[in-house]
């Protein structure tokens, strides 16, 4: 499900916590549904443009062994379906 969410502008930070502090990313969150279903009953306080996802660090984060913005590279969908995002179908296919 990573590329629907880095589509979304949705950043790593977001469910990995501080990805640039990490030797391993980790999950941050329990990413639990009921964790999911609050994000997604509100996403806009966790999104922002899709071609920054990568790039949203904190000045002085990113070791230079790490570049995010270099691995920025455009998600597509591939002609699916976008579901609304309560809908259970949208996660649980």
């Given at each position: 499900h990573h590329a629907a969410h880095?589509?979304?502008?949705?950043?790593?930070?977001?469910?990995?916590?501080?990805?640039?502090?990490?030797?391993r990313t980790v999950k941050a969150e329990t990413l639990s549904m009921g964790w999911c279903?609050?994000?997604?009953?509100?996403?806009?306080?966790r999104q922002g443009p899709a071609e920054q996802v990568f790039e949203r660090v904190p000045a002085g984060g990113a070791p230079p062994d790490r570049?995010?913005?270099?691995?920025?590279?455009?998600?597509?969908?591939?002609?699916?379906?976008?579901?609304?995002?309560?809908?259970?179908?949208?996660?649980h296919r």
């Open positions: 880095v589509q979304s502008g949705v950043t790593c930070q977001t469910c990995h916590g501080p990805v640039w502090e990490m030797p279903l609050d994000c997604h009953r509100n996403p806009g306080a570049p995010f913005g270099l691995a920025a590279q455009p998600v597509r969908h591939g002609g699916i379906e976008v579901s609304p995002l309560t809908r259970c179908s949208t996660c």
